[in-house]
């Protein structure tokens, strides 16, 4: 028997900076509608107006694609159940509302702040469950007339059977939540406005979702949708309940949930520090998913056509950034040179960096690009590498500058500087020879040797290939700075 075609969705609210958690939960909808050949539907839940914006909006999308990511239906692809923003389906939730309450699945619940919060505190104090307690269910005619001629708004509540709500997690297994813990829930406020408890499931089902993959946050909600799915079923309006998965919490610093406001979790950080998208993607399917124990490292090809959610794992991860940065360095020297090259691009020009544009020189950077590749863990690291390429002259700290230069570097720059001047400046093997023979000339091995060539020439202490960097940046320049730090060491 064919089994349905897959249709899942990525559903973010548009407030705020897009986090990692988010994109994980997007990439394994992505992996798994890719996988099964199914749709992706991209929604926007935008019906939060005092906290969605349309700055946030712009964001998601914009990165969504810096991601790679594409969906079948959704914001400016458009599809048959469109309008894909919730602020733009009012009138299909206040449908569905109605019927809703006609039909005895939920009404009005008269109930003010301060008696739901009194007969909170008493339930609690009584030891009993302290949810809503069903207070507005059957009230009469009468006392409907009277809360009205009260002033009263109602908001509009949902009735949830008195009997548990059971389902199979494709993560977790078989969840069963008990009537008492999952009371009688607002789907409408006061106002009018829809809320996520409703438009949520409401949208899922008028789209067809099969599979809700989605945070453990939300598993809280999954037996309440479910009851409102019956519902929904019951009034025509869906066909099946789809099947749930909640992917694992992540764990950030000292083993606490990583928050939205962590700067660890913002995508925009990630981005601007140069990672790779597919370094990161690659990174956030390890949180809660692996393509074998001994593969750490993999295209999203090889994820896609691997990734089932029957294998994620239902236990907290632990975001390593440390990894994470390992894990892109990987990818960088995956890269065709020639790509790499391009990616560099926004690194090697203001603001990021401190030459003038007219300095940067395109053959230096061709030349010294395969040498950098093999060194960044990611984009951004690749400035301060090169500088000494575009600058003027080498910036010089203090800390590096006093680590090299010892007792006796003069003369062994001195001894460098002339064989470097008979050295052939078209081969880095030459160049180095010529350090290595004025290292022996001093009782030095090439390690101590080249320190202080290396801080004359490019001011640090670590960087990119010594000889390779000398043989870029040429032999004027490099003579002429070996020539300053000799003149700096004699001042
Ligand atoms: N808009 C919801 C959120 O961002 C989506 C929840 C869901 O996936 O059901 O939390
Ligand atoms: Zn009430």
Sequence with gaps: MASAPVRVRFCPSPTGNPHVGLVRTALFN???????????????????????????????????????FDWDEGPEVGGPH????????????????RKLLDGGYAYHCYCS????????????????????????RELTAAQVEQYQAQGREPIVRFRMPDEPITFTDLVR???????????????VRANGAPLYTLVNPVDDALME??????????????????ALYKALIELGVAKEIPAFGHLPYVMGEGNKKLSKRDPQS??????????????????????????????????????????????????PARFDLKKCEAINADHI??????????????????????????????????????????????????????DFLFLPEPVFDEASWNKAMKEGSDALLRTARENL?????????????????????????????????????????????????????????SLARIDAALARLAG
């Excluded at 990174?283 to 294998?311: H, K, N, P, R």
């Design 266 to 315: 913002s995508l925009n950080l990630y981005r601007e520090r140069g990672f790779l998208p597919e370094g990161l993607l690659n990174y956030l399917s390890l949180l809660g998913w692996s393509l074998s124990a001994d593969q750490d490292v993999f295209t999203i090809d090889e994820m896609v056509a691997a990734f089932d959610v029957s294998d994620v794992n239902p236990n």
């Design 421 to 477: 001047a008979a050295a052939d400046w078209t081969s880095a093997e030459s160049l180095k020879e010529a350090v290595l023979a004025a290292g022996e000339a001093h009782g030095l091995k090439l390690g101590k040797a080249q320190a202080p060539v290396r801080v004359a020439v490019t001011g640090r202490t670590v960087g990119l290939p010594l000889f390779e960097s000398l043989e870029v940046l040429g032999k004027e320049k």
């Design 333 to 386: 020297r995956m890269l065709d040179v020639k790509d790499f090259a391009e990616r560099c691009r926004p690194w090697l020009q203001p603001p990021h960096a401190p030459w003038a544009p007219e300095a940067f020189d395109e053959a230096k950077w061709q030349a010294i690009a395969p040498h950098a590749q093999t060194r960044v863990k990611v984009l951004s690291e690749i400035t301060d590498n090169v």
């Design 173 to 187: 297994g078989e969840i069963t939540y008990q009537p008492e813990n999952v009371p009688d829930y607002g789907i």
């Design 82 to 97: 469109a309008p894909y923003r919730q602020s733009q389906r009012m009138d299909i939730y206040r449908d569905v509302a």
């Design 113 to 136: 702040q301060d008696e739901l919060d009194a007969r909170r505190e008493a339930a609690r104090a009584a030891g009993k469950p302290s949810g809503y307690d069903g207070h507005c």
């Design 30 to 68: 992505w992996a798994f509608a890719k996988h099964h050949q199914g749709t992706l539907v991209f929604r926007i839940e935008d019906t939060d107006a005092a906290r969605d914006s349309e700055e946030s909006y712009n964001q998601l999308l914009d990165s969504m694609r810096w991601l790679g």
């Design 209 to 226: 979702i099969t599979h809700v993959l989605r945070g453990e946050d939300l598993l809280s909600s999954t037996p309440r949708q479910i």
